[in-house]
């Protein structure tokens, strides 16, 4: 089975601007959730999606926001970046929401 | 290309015991980060305990010490005095900088009253 791809792998933006990244979970998997990871903040959660709904939300304002499609491909938008945003994104899929995760590559956010 | 390997994925240990959970990885690099993370079922991503290639010195948090034979590519994790509270999925994560982290497949760790 193929991994958990994300894309774009690396991305460079302007403050104010908005991002979408996409996350295609292993084939089967229902659950897809994001991760951001920074130097100062270690890994924090954002939110989990399962079956097309948002199931888990962690401690980020409004402007972090997801989707997950019929197929359970999901896409995070960010919108107004900020400087602070620059991180590396990742995304994980799993079965079901209480099974074993497994991790995407990430992408690499940039905000000049 | 860098790996790491979890080979438990569930393991077992009565409330006050204690439990060691391994993790091996491959990488060419001499200089890079490695992690315990906890992760409960919220999702949340707890960072145990963390390491440096370059200190020799084991790593301790409180009731976790990491076991890191670079040599071997070998960074395990014991947890003294367990508590129900520990239960959760560990994953084992290896990073060199800020653009990449590769995690294990995780371990389940089940605390037993």
């Known amino acids: 089975k193929a991994g958990v791809t994300q894309t774009p792998r690396y991305l460079i933006k302007t403050r104010g601007q908005q991002v979408t990244l996409s996350c295609s979970p292993i084939?089967?998997?229902?659950?897809v959730s994001w991760y951001q990871q920074t130097p100062g903040q270690g890994l924090q959660f954002l939110f989990e999606?399962?079956?097309?709904?948002?199931?888990n939300k962690g401690n980020f304002p409004g402007r972090f926001s997801g989707r997950q499609f019929s197929n359970s491909r999901s896409e995070m938008n960010v919108s107004t970046l900020e400087l602070g945003d620059s991180a590396l994104y990742l995304c994980?899929?799993?079965?079901?929401?209480?099974?074993?995760?497994?991790f995407g590559p990430g992408t690499r956010l940039l905000v000049l | 290309a860098q790996t790491v390997t979890q080979s438990q994925p569930e393991m077992s240990v009565q409330e006050a015991e204690t439990v060691t959970l391994s993790c091996t990885y491959d990488t060419s690099e001499s200089d890079y980060y490695l992690f315990w993370y906890k992760q409960p079922p919220s999702r949340q991503m707890i960072l145990v305990i963390r390491?440096?290639?370059?200190?020799?010195q084991n790593a301790t948090e409180n009731r976790f010490s990491v076991n890191f034979q670079k040599a071997a590519k070998s960074f395990s994790l014991k947890i003294s005095d367990s508590q129900l509270g520990d239960a959760a999925m560990y994953f084992c994560?290896?990073?060199?900088?800020?653009?990449?982290?590769?995690f294990g497949k995780g371990t389940r760790l089940h605390i037993l009253p």
């Open positions: 084939s089967g998997h229902r659950s």
């Open positions: 994980a899929s799993s079965p079901g929401v209480w099974e074993t995760q497994y």
């Open positions: 994560a290896y990073s060199i900088g800020d653009d990449k982290i590769i």
């Open positions: 999606y399962f079956s097309e709904t948002q199931r």
């Open positions: 390491q440096e290639a370059y200190k020799q």
